[in-house]
Each structure stands twice: as structure tokens, then as C-alpha cells.
């Protein structure tokens, strides 16, 4: 079987100033110099790229940025695109959290053409995929997760392909405290990787790293990573906190 390295994310939605994120990577990147057994991203708003970039310059850690635009450049008020990202550093974007899908009315359709131009770009998109509680009461987990994956993924050509991360990312999950338990986590990671599979074949499904976001904390995370599927995880709340964060990082 393929080992996967492992990734660790932290969404810092919208908290931290450029100056609290710098205060941040100060105490956190000594807290992690020596994981080398991991990937470690930070996710701050657009107006703290530069201050983590600057900060984070020798260190071990890299930069996402949250959302990206799909056109290049043009009259798109409030909008950032590919370019401005790799510009400004960063090496991956997060793509269809929950809380753009659902408090911005992101579609599949959007989160297709932003995974398409961030890989122009030369980003890695975090391509995030999860169902609400209403839908997993209602039975239809497989159906949303088969709709998210193919609508935004779909006819990416291997090459495309092999760039992505999948977040795994139950929206009832999401900064309710309530993580999912591993089990459930894993059947919804191996589902992703079913279709992966389907998609790709078994070389890419085996490669393709699949993150468990949802209320990670430094006590939850042993038990996901556990999982055959797991390969890392999304972190919100517990990223704002250097050594809460440093310990998901670290949890072994
Ligand atoms: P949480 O957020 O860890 O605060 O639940 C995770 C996310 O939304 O990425």
C-alpha cells in the first residue's frame, strides 16, 4: 500500500491580523521545526499572507489562501485571483469549504472552475467535500459526497488530478465540537477514494491524500489519523492556538 505523507492544515477563516499571524508563526514554527514526518500548512485571510509569508521565510511551514477567483484578472470587486496568490506566496488555496457553499452560495459548478485555474496557476487546490446534518439524517451522504466530488472534479486529466487534496468535511463537524467519530470519518474517506478510483484508477486513488476536517483537536486527532484513509486533517479552531495546533502537528 501507498504511504501517504501526512498534512496538516490550519484554516484560520476570518481571525488574526497581519500582526497577530506573525506573533503566531513566531512561537509556532519552533514548536514544529522538527516534524519532518508531515506537511504543515497555515490558511490565514488574504491581509495576513504577506505577514505569514514574511515570517514563515526558513521554516518548515507553507501558505494556503482560503478562496481564489477563476478568471486571471478583471472587474470582480472583492475577488483574488491564482496569480495574486502564487505571488503573494502561497502554495495551495482551499476550494468549496462549507462556509463558502453554504453562507456564499458557492456551486459545484464554481468550485470546478476554481480547481481548474488554481492548477493553471500552479496551485494545489484543497478541494473540500462534506454533507449537512439534515442530508447525513436523511441517508444521503453517498449522494451529496458523489455529487461534490463529480461536479467539482470532474474531466480532470491525471496530471490535474494527481495535484488535488480531498477535505473530508461533515458540515454538522464544523465548529460545533462535535468531530466525527473515526469510523464514520472512515467510511466517508474510503467512499472518496472509491470514487477516486473510479475516476482515476488505483495508482492515483492510492496517492490522493484525503483530510478529515471538523472540530480536530489535539485529543481527537490520534484516533482519525489511525484510519487506513485519514491522511491528515483540516484544522479551524484548534489552528488559532500555536501549541494546541503544534500538538494536532505532532499528536504521535
Ligand atoms: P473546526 O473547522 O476545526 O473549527 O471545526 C474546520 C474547518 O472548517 O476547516
Known sequence: MATRRPFFA??????????????????????????????????????????????????NIELAAQNVHWEKEGAETGEVSGSMLVAAGCRYV??????????FGESDEAVHKKVKASLEEGLLPIVCVGETLSERESDETQKILERQFNG???????????????????????????????????????????????????????????LYGGSVKPDSVSGLMAQVDIDGALVGGASLKPDSFAAIVNHR
Open 152 to 210: 467539482g472534479l470532474a474531466g480532470l486529466t491525471p496530471s490535474e488530478f494527481s495535484r488535488i487534496i480531498i477535505a473530508y468535511e461533515p458540515v454538522w463537524a464544523i465548529g460545533t465540537g462535535k468531530t466525527a467519530t473515526p469510523e464514520t470519518a472512515e467510511e466517508a474517506h474510503a467512499l472518496l477514494r472509491g470514487l477516486t478510483r473510479k475516476a482515476q484508477g488505483e495508482p492515483m486513488a492510492e496517492r490522493l491524500r484525503i
Open 10 to 59: 490550519g484554516n484560520w477563516k476570518m481571525f488574526k491580523t497581519g500582526g497577530q499571524a506573525a506573533e503566531f508563526v513566531r512561537d509556532f514554527a519552533p514548536l514544529v521545526k522538527n516534524s519532518d514526518h508531515c506537511d504543515i500548512v497555515l490558511a490565514p485571510p488574504f491581509t495576513a499572507l504577506e505577514a505569514v509569508r514574511t515570517a514563515m521565510e526558513g521554516t
Open 94 to 103: 482551499i476550494i468549496g469549504h462549507s462556509e463558502r457553499r453554504h453562507h
